[in-house]
């Protein structure tokens, strides 16, 4: 089944927002592609004006965190109703930055993903091993563990139009990228699994991104993988590079 690309941005904590609006415009021509999902997750500062910039374009606008509760005694935090209100589609959850600085663990990222569903926002789920998993060769047991974790409770319809980010932490800001055929294989393994925990019709409707150093000198080998349905981009989502990759 033909699984629709989708090229999202993590823009991190970068960009006052003039300067998002700014890049919005400088991407706007670059970024054009009828084929392709296009999704800008910026700092939840940005979103109001990255939101207004992209109107009427093919960009999607997504937030980089949330907090499961609607409203209320939760200083500092942002909830799936502002970010409805404000035009956000897509919401990145269990980002490794997430996990190793904010201790957010696979309790708190299984409530995101539920919250964000019944919320109308669509997660990208990222999951990813360490240098020291890669080497010690468990990284297929670890991502199938989070993944097992992170999806309890969440439906087989709910999978469908789940993204699902495979972001190795050894290549993520590194410079260093997997092979295409290293993020195959995991982006292999983790469609396998949702067959296994779900069925295969939802295993061939999930989409699948590979996420760490993809630039637009690698992007178009990875994407040719028969798994790699997209990608998350750090670095090079800030960068005019960011349409090469929408087109590559
Ligand atoms: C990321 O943080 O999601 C990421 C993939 O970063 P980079 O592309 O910079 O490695």
């Not at 949330?66 to 942002?78: C, L, V």
């Not at 970010?83 to 904010?102: C, N, P, Q, T």
């Amino acid at each position: 089944m033909a699984r629709r690309r989708i090229i999202a941005g993590n823009w991190k904590m970068n960009k006052t927002p003039s300067e998002a609006v700014a890049l919005c415009n400088e991407l706007k021509d670059l970024v054009k592609n009828d084929a392709v999902d296009v999704v800008y997750c910026v700092p939840a500062i940005d979103i109001c004006p990255v939101a207004e910039a992209v109107k009427g374009t093919n960009v999607h606008v997504g937030a980089e965190n949330f907090y499961i509760e609607d409203k209320g005694a939760f200083t500092g935090e942002i909830s799936a109703p502002m970010l409805k209100e404000a035009g956000v589609e897509y919401i990145i959850i269990g980002h490794s930055e997430r996990r190793d600085i904010f201790g957010e663990n696979d309790v708190l990222i299984n409530q995101k993903v539920k919250k964000a569903f019944a919320s109308g926002l669509t997660p990208i789920l990222c999951c990813g091993e360490s240098l020291a998993l890669r080497k010690a060769d468990t990284y297929k047991e670890w991502i199938k563990r989070q993944i097992t974790w992170d999806l309890d409770g969440v439906t087989a319809d709910q999978v469908k139009k789940l993204v699902i980010a495979y972001e190795p932490i050894w290549a993520i800001g590194t410079g260093e990228t997997a092979t295409a055929d290293q993020a195959e294989e995991v982006c292999g393994l983790i469609r396998n699994l949702i067959a296994e925990l779900y069925d295969q019709a939802t295993a061939d409707e999930v989409r699948i991104q590979y996420g760490g150093s993809m630039n637009a000198g690698n992007a178009a080998e990875l994407l040719s993988k028969p798994n790699i349905d997209g990608g998350l981009i750090g670095g090079a989502s800030l960068k005019p590079d960011f349409g090469k990759i929408v087109n590559a």
